[in-house]
């Protein structure tokens, strides 16, 4: 049983929550193995290790290495069946960034896949490896050009591909399967081995869980029951900052909305620090504080205002309708302009911004 990894959601507390749900999940299934994939470190690498423990996840990776220069992982796995021993190892694109929301402490460097398995299968054969398996986080493209370079491959399992492989393939000697994406598949391979553990002959076969497959009572029950504790943990993870403003009626439209009409005022703003408010956060790693989210988002304070989920995840940064209010309540008497300037000192207060003077800063985005 082999996943080849992204296990791990976006880099937001919610689907960190979400992760945790899902490793326990997955520690249920049975895995032998489990690739790395760039995704699994998006909370840091505590954070994976945490899973691992608690869980018992197997994850592998061969050329994913911290600042000290230390493989994070064991570079690969062993596991028995029917009498045969069986190597699973992982490698990463090399060329894949890996960002995680504790990025500023964290570095790692990525190995060259090929120079990797150069060295490392030979070792695996010595460890007494009858079978390989490499599960290549490369995408379909660069997995193949990789086994057109390397001998010595009885399977290899494709990650960060979004298809999958509904029949046989074979690179030179080696067997190429994917099962891809967002647990939609599941992927089957019936083999038969020789004597020595080479590969004979294979069938795959490739069921899509679609629509036609009924959901299983218990994990139903399961999942709903996560929804309700994810959307307890949201608010909670808000604190004082709830959505208790303007009124659940009302909508936020977006500046896409805005821009329809008013594409001079649009052209204007493109070059304001508001419109990369949200970005500033993320740089420096605060883009889930709640008390930065108010001022640097549209309408967080407000019922349907910006969450990190869709839809409404649009309204990052300082839209025309933090300063307006919602779109749903468009006001062509003036009214607007005059709540619009009223609204400029809820962020630009003493703490925030103590040079702030409105004449100075309104020539900035005058429009």
């Not at 976006?10 to 299934?29: A, G, W, Y």
């Amino acid at each position: 049983m082999l996943d080849a990894g992204d296990m791990f959601g976006q880099r937001t507390r919610i689907e960190r929550e979400q992760t945790r749900f899902l490793c326990e999940v997955h520690s249920e299934f049975g895995y032998d193995a489990i690739g790395l994939g760039e995704m699994d470190l998006n909370y840091g690498i505590d954070f994976l290790r945490e899973m691992i423990e608690q869980y018992g996840l197997p994850y592998t990776s061969a050329n994913v290495r911290d600042g000290s220069g230390e493989l994070i992982l064991p570079e690969f796995l062993m596991v028995e069946r029917a009498g045969f021993k069986i190597g699973v190892c992982s490698v990463l694109d090399a060329e894949q960034r890996i960002l995680t929301m504790s990025a500023q402490d964290e570095e790692y460097t990525v190995d060259e896949p090929l120079s990797v398995l150069r060295d490392l299968l030979p070792r695996m054969r010595a460890a007494g490896a009858q079978t390989v398996v490499v599960i290549a986080h490369l995408g379909d493209q660069k997995a193949e050009q990789l086994l057109n370079d390397v001998t010595g491959v009885d399977v290899c399992l494709v990650g960060h591909s979004r298809r999958p492989f509904r029949s046989e393939r074979l690179v030179d000697r080696t067997s190429l399967i994917s099962s891809s994406f967002e647990g939609r598949y599941l992927g089957r391979m019936d083999v038969d081995l020789g004597v020595s553990g080479d590969l004979k002959a294979f069938d795959v076969t490739i069921l899509e869980l679609g629509e036609e497959i009924a959901d299983d009572p218990i994990m139903l029950d399961r999942v709903n029951k996560f929804k309700e504790h994810l959307e307890e943990f949201r608010l909670v993870a808000r604190g004082p900052y709830q959505p208790t403003k303007g009124s659940d009626k009302e909508s936020f439209l977006t500046e896409r909305e805005c821009r329809k009409c008013h594409t001079d005022v649009w052209e204007a703003l493109r070059e304001s620090t508001h419109q990369v408010a949200f970005t500033t956060l993320a740089r420096k790693g605060q883009a889930q504080s709640p008390e930065c989210l108010v001022c640097h988002t549209t309408g967080y304070l407000y019922m349907n205002g910006y969450d990190d989920q869709p839809p409404r995840n649009r309204l990052t940064n300082v839209q025309c309708e933090a300063c307006h209010g919602y779109g749903t309540e468009h006001s062509r008497d003036g009214s607007w302009l005059a709540q619009a300037r009223a609204s400029c000192v809820s962020c630009h207060d003493q703490e925030n911004s103590p040079e702030f003077d409105y004449d100075a800063y309104w020539a900035k985005i005058a429009h």
